[in-house]
């Protein structure tokens, strides 16, 4: 079993809760890697998978750009590396987005064949948790929606892995996962269990 390198998006966000909840998972599966937090251009290239993080999506997606971050994270989602963006990570990935979207001139790395409504279930204090079932988990996931967006259209070969309410809240496209909610504030590791099977098919380990 060779090392492998899983890059956070270290700009903004729920950075060092996405690294502890990805170092318990290696751990319960038995398995190495090392967590390489992104904050400048360069990193992305040498990771074997990426995770974008939940926070202020326009923010993040400018300072991306600025930092010379989103060309790489394009050119390494091209090349089949596995991406799991979550929360304003998932509306980065989309092609589209919605009127708040298109007024602020937020940059999207369009990478998902997904339209998004960025704040699809209201502001900061009307954050939730509740359980949703996930394709492919055994139980549902209780997940934490935090200022969270949904997907309200996407292509055929987009697979959707969750809803909530009638809403897309998870879904994937090869080697892409976007997830609305937060599996990094739970105890549950399964959905980073799931994206570690996602670099298994990658040949990587």
Known sequence: MTDIRIGIIAIQGNIEEHANAMLKALKHANRRAEIVKIKHRGIVPTCDALIIPGGESTTLGRLMEREGISSEIKEAAHA?????????????????????????????????????NRNAFGRQRESFECPVDFRGLDSPFNAVF?????????????????????FIVAARQKNILALAFHPELTDDLRIHHYFLRMLDLTGTV
């Open 80 to 116: 089949g590396i596995p991406i799991m963006g979550t929360c304003a990570g998932l509306v980065l990935l989309a092609k589209k987005g919605d009127r708040q979207v298109d007024m602020t001139g937020q940059p999207l790395l369009g990478l998902m064949d997904i339209h998004v």
């Open 146 to 166: 935090i200022r969270a967006p949904c997907i309200t259209g996407c292509k055929e070969d987009v697979e959707v892995l969750s809803r909530y309410e009638g």
